[in-house]
């Protein structure tokens, strides 16, 4: 079909988040105007856009955009957040109180089994008229993991009097439920909720007894169902969400540890009534609470709804990691409506059948030490992947997973950047590593991918790892050399060599650790470390003070993120455009100089920018 010409009049309504006041283009079969509809993973605002012309084609709906406004606030979902405080006094829950308002949470759990020689007749009426936010009063006792070792009326009837002077919500066990709300019943104000609870701290039941204890709380004449359960593996998680999906009542489901987090996050996308998130790193009342501040600017925890689409970093260890602050406010400038989440995984395996068929599952990534289970398990693998023998991504489509790798281009741009320029080509013809020695320390799939790279570029490559015959098998791949790790302090048999290690000596939190002695530095020009936690690692900064140019893991992490980004999002980069700058001046001037040359600038300044607080 032919293009043809259509002249706009007034204002037209969409809902995106627009990129700029610019060409916006979005797959479209309708042919009628005022029918386009866009799709719910771009839905985050309503905007007005003032157009004067639109461009139709068989496969594409072109607006040139005059002027865009915004018309109404974000869409924000209707699961609350709830900052437990466990203050000692009434004057330190009264402080806790505002720090929980001045934070961004909506409710605060006042836990009574922590205060000090509590006295629910002259404590109560103060905590709940001197609070700024609604009230939920929880008093529990030892054998539901809490503090109170007291007598049981005496709780209960704390809890009662807490009702009487005007708490919000109170929540008791499941144990003692049904008679404590038969108490109660003729008593209880209008919009006063009950929430009855019940605790595992062992680990999570089968669907079918989650759905059993839903049923026993319900009978009890609960308002909202909670239930806590403890995750053993990330999968377990996957039958919580089960449970809070064909729910018929308010309800409350959370995984507790590490391996539980998403289901803190991801209660809003599935109807939780409410999740906890602390005030301050640390100070929980259960474990793996996140803090309100990172629900609500790590996660943009308000925006998260039926249609949000799930991705993350699969690894072990991941909590160190900046992806998720990257990539979510990425996905937030341009509108997409995705979270990536940190996800701890021990078994891939488990985790691909858990979660990558849901409808909402978009792709993740995936770090140590994962990387060659993960290409095991795809479908399908880019020749590049199977060429390295490691993926770093993983996408699903028409059921099945395919996996990339794109660890390998950005860190070898990275170390390009810093030798002073690139050659986008195969055989590495112009590069700055051709017949360069360069030294990559560790095996795995980050090392294959490093190996991978500085081979294609023309480098010549070694391999030292701690067990030398795992060296000698990358090294026969990529046509090099290898040594084993203890003999790399006195490896010296050319000046100007490139070392890159990609192992994980020198995170967080053994900062301290390192691969190679700081007097065996002087032979190289350039050192590259792949951990980016923290950002100079002890490798570096030895390099540093023996004259070499040091890369760092932040670098290489950002350009291959680049990709990924376009894989989860299905984005353009050219709808990116520059919203931060950089702090590194160093390294923008660099990167600046490598992408002119690449013709690739505008998709990976986002990303750039992004980082800029780190």
């Known amino acids: 079909m032919m293009n043809q010409k259509i002249q706009i009049d007034g204002q037209l309504r969409f809902l995106l988040n627009p990129i700029n006041n610019s060409r916006l283009i979005r797959q479209s079969s309708s042919l009628s105007f005022k029918s386009i509809v866009f799709p719910p993973n771009l839905i985050h605002k309503q905007f007005n856009l003032t157009c004067s012309s639109a461009t139709l084609t068989s496969n594409n709906i072109s607006v040139d955009v005059d002027r865009v406004s915004s018309c109404s606030e974000e869409v924000r979902n209707s699961t609350l957040i709830c900052a437990p405080l466990m203050g000692e006094t009434v004057d330190e829950m009264l402080s806790l109180m505002n720090k929980a308002k001045t934070s961004g949470a909506d409710v605060v759990e006042i836990r009574l089994d922590y205060i000090n020689n509590f006295d629910p007749y002259r404590d109560l009426e103060v905590l709940i008229n001197m609070c700024p936010l609604p009230t939920l009063f929880t008093y529990r006792p030892k054998w539901e993991g809490g503090q109170y070792e007291g007598d049981e009326n005496t709780r209960l009837h704390a809890l009662q009097l807490a009702m009487e002077l005007g708490a919000d919500y109170i929540d008791v066990e499941l144990q003692v439920a049904h008679e404590f709300i038969s108490s109660i019943c003729e008593k209880k104000p209008e919009k006063f909720k009950v929430i009855v609870s019940s605790h595992n701290y062992n680990n999570t039941p089968s669907i079918e007894d989650l759905g059993i204890l839903v049923a026993k709380i319900e009978a009890t004449g609960a308002d909202i169902v909670k239930i806590a359960t403890t995750a053993l593996d990330i999968s377990d998680v996957a039958r919580m969400f089960q449970i809070m999906t064909h729910s018929q009542v308010p309800i409350i ?121 993960a290409l095991r398990l795809c479908d399908e693998v880019d020749p590049v992947a199977k060429s390295i023998g490691a993926v770093n991504t993983i996408i699903p489509s028409d059921g099945k997973l395919t996996g990339y790798n794109t660890d390998y281009a950005g860190a070898i741009s990275a170390i390009e950047i810093g030798l002073g320029g690139a050659q986008n080509t195969s055989n590495g013809t112009g590069s700055p590593l051709a017949g360069k020695l360069f030294v990559v320390v560790g095996a795995g799939g980050a090392g294959k991918a490093l190996a991978y790279g500085a081979k294609i570029k023309g480098a010549r490559v070694v391999i030292a790892n701690r067990t030398y015959s795992r060296a000698k098998e990358l090294a026969d791949m990529v046509g090099g050399d290898a040594i084993s790790l203890a003999e790399l302090d006195m490896y010296h048999p050319e000046d100007g060599m490139i070392l890159a290690n990609t192992t994980s000596m020198g995170m967080q939190p053994k900062i301290n650790e390192t691969p190679i002695a700081k007097n065996a530095l002087k032979g190289y020009a350039l050192v590259f470390d792949a951990v980016y936690t923290p950002k100079m690692t002890r490798l570096l900064l030895d390099a540093e003070e023996a004259g070499c140019t040091v890369v760092t893991g932040l670098d290489m992490f950002i350009l291959q993120a680049y990709e990924q980004y376009e894989r989860f999002t299905g984005l353009p980069g050219k709808t990116i455009t520059t919203i931060f700058f950089t702090r590194s001046i160093e390294f923008l001037f660099r990167c600046f100089y490598f992408v002119c040359y690449c013709l690739i600038a505008a998709p990976k300044e986002l990303l750039w920018e992004i980082m800029s607080g780190y």
């Open 253 to 373: 489901g959370l995984v507790m540890t590490e391996k539980g987090l998403m289901s803190r996050i991801l209660c809003a996308k599935f109807g939780g009534y409410l999740t906890f998130g602390t005030i301050e790193a640390g100070k929980v009342s259960a474990p793996g609470q996140p803090t309100v501040d990172d629900l609500l600017n790590l996660y943009n925890f308000r925006q998260i709804g039926r249609d949000t689409k799930i991705l993350g970093l699969i690894g072990n260890p991941v909590s160190h990691s900046k992806a998720a602050f990257m990539f979510n406010k990425a996905f937030k400038k341009v509108g997409f409506n995705g979270v990536y989440l940190p996800l701890l995984v021990d078994n891939v395996e488990k985790f691909l059948k858990a979660y990558a068929f849901t409808p909402d599952f978009a792709g993740c990534s995936c770090t140590i030490p994962h990387k060659e289970e």
